[in-house]
């Protein structure tokens, strides 16, 4: 099975910072990635898929890239309601793997 | 509006078993496949079964293959998850999620989650 993991797992950041979580995939999934955000006790929120395509109704601010088994996730300049936790996500493979999260609180 | 309802979460002992349903509404259910992803308390997501849109291909997380069967009623617009020998491990969040496509694709859709605790 396709292993994923996520770096930094927790991060403290400030309104307006620039940030960026990586997901790294234990083998090549070529561009089959998605992103979501989770806030506590709510369900996750599709945000990118196919790596760096931006769902619809999300904000401009969150971009996602990458290729085979290194990706990125960045918010270009944080607000308020991005604090939470962001997962990544493989689906190239039959089992579609998450990441273990990154929690993005305040600094 | 999409709205998935997942139903038949509870308090069960270990060993014993469980049926999860999942009723869609707000677009055509049987177009979409559907996944199973669960979260243990404090935790992280775990993505559990997926089904495609006619039944013809499903998946299974090697932590409960041979114990969780997934399976929809396109004519009845449900999802379902029986799961059998359940474990400590197996308590969580059971959230049910639409595929965007017919195909395995991310899910852009999910269910408000039903609980299931695994416990003596």
């Known amino acids: 099975d396709i292993q994923m993991t996520q770096s930094p797992s927790t991060l403290s950041a400030s309104v307006g910072d620039r940030v960026t979580i990586t997901c790294r995939a234990s083998?090549?999934?070529?561009?089959?990635l998605a992103w979501y955000q989770q806030k506590p006790g709510k369900a996750p929120k599709l945000l990118i898929y196919?790596?760096?395509s931006l769902e619809s109704g999300v904000p401009s601010r969150f971009s996602g890239s990458g290729s085979g088994t290194e990706f990125t996730l960045t918010i270009s300049s944080l607000q308020p309601d991005d604090f939470a936790t962001y997962y990544c996500q493989q689906y190239n493979s039959y089992s579609f793997t998450f990441g273990p999260g990154t929690k993005v609180d305040i600094k | 509006e999409v709205q998935l309802v997942e139903s038949g979460g509870g308090l069960v002992q270990p060993g014993g078993s469980l049926r999860l349903s999942c009723a869609a509404s707000g677009f055509t259910f049987s177009s979409y496949s559907m996944n199973w992803v669960r979260q243990a308390p404090g935790k992280g997501l775990e993505w559990v079964s997926y089904i495609s849109s006619s039944s013809s291909t499903i998946y299974y997380a090697d932590s409960v293959k041979g114990r969780f069967t997934i399976s929809r009623d396109n004519a009845k617009n449900s999802l379902y998850l029986q799961m059998n020998s359940l474990r400590d491990e197996d308590t969580a969040v059971y959230y049910c999620a639409r595929a965007q496509s017919w195909e395995p694709t991310p899910a852009d859709y999910w269910g408000q989650g039903t609980l299931v605790t695994v416990s003596s």
């Open positions: 083998q090549s999934i070529s561009s089959w």
């Open positions: 196919k790596a760096s």
